[in-house]
């Protein structure tokens, strides 16, 4: 029987690569997206799913198992980029961005466990970021919140081993999608001692977005994953120097890698 796969925040950008991606594989693909009936062109069905509500989710794993009595896999894509000076970011935005990253995602995979366990396998994978590694210069709240879903992908695989559900987490380095025009940021006004240096910042991170490659090795991977029998608990998919980043991060003095990250961004 082919795979029943739900794959969050698929109409655009990674997951909308990823289900397409499975569709064209032979996979049963469920995307969401708050608001599907804005997207009528996709092969695979588009299911109303927003993390900020999670009654939203029952409806959507209602409708699944209903149809399959099963689902395979889960690929928690749905998130939000979020910009800024630390500073300047309001706690409330910065909560906002953590229910989006890390506990919307979550909590779906909370939702889904009682069927995988009653089915007595299944597979999740998180898809967080490179960004997730390191403290990086005004994008502080989404390294935290995409590194706050790494770690805890560790510990939900040794909690749920017993159960054969398995997890994994697949850090995507910058691809050609919209999230340069998604991403909130934090309004940074002409008087802000953070200002110039922020613009600049924006500036060469939208710059690395747009020449970036389409999100295809992303799809390449998560196919390659679920057809694994024993994922690893990380992945990363990316340029060389965005991967061997995390390696220098882990074989430098702290302080030659903070300088190294400040030079990248002209700080």
């Known amino acids: 029987m082919s795979k029943v796969v739900l794959v969050t925040g698929a109409s655009s950008g990674i997951g909308r690569s990823i289900a397409l991606n499975l569709h064209q594989n ?120 995409k590194s706050a879903l790494e770690v805890i992908t560790e510990a939900y695989r040794m909690e749920l081993a017993p159960f054969n559900v398995q997890l994994t987490a697949v850090a995507p380095g910058d691809f050609a999608t919209n999230i340069a025009e998604s991403r909130f940021h934090t309004p940074a006004a002409k008087a802000s001692p953070y200002h110039d240096d922020f613009q600049k910042t924006l500036r060469l991170m939208d710059d690395h977005v747009h020449k970036a490659k389409n999100p295809q090795p992303m799809a390449d991977m998560v196919l390659k994953i679920i057809n694994t029998s024993q994922p690893k608990p990380h992945y990363r998919v990316g340029t060389w120097l965005q991967k061997f980043s995390i390696v220098l991060k882990m074989i430098l003095p702290q302080k030659v890698y903070e300088r190294l990250i400040m030079r990248h961004y002209n700080l």
């Open 26 to 145: 032979g996979f049963v693909v469920y995307g969401t997206s708050r608001t599907p009936n804005n997207y009528k062109d996709l092969p695979f069905e588009l299911l109303a799913l927003d993390l900020h509500k999670s009654q939203t989710f029952s409806a959507v794993l209602d409708q699944i198992i209903a149809k399959h009595d099963r689902l395979d896999v889960l690929v928690n894509n749905a998130g939000a980029g979020i910009t800024g000076p630390l500073e300047e970011t309001p706690i409330e935005t910065s909560k906002a961005a953590f229910e989006t990253n890390f506990f919307g995602p979550i909590a779906l995979l909370n939702a889904v466990l009682p069927q995988m366990r009653q089915q007595k396998y299944g597979l999740v994978i998180n898809i967080t970021s490179i960004a997730a590694y390191m403290g990086l210069p005004f994008r502080g709240v989404y390294s935290a919140t």
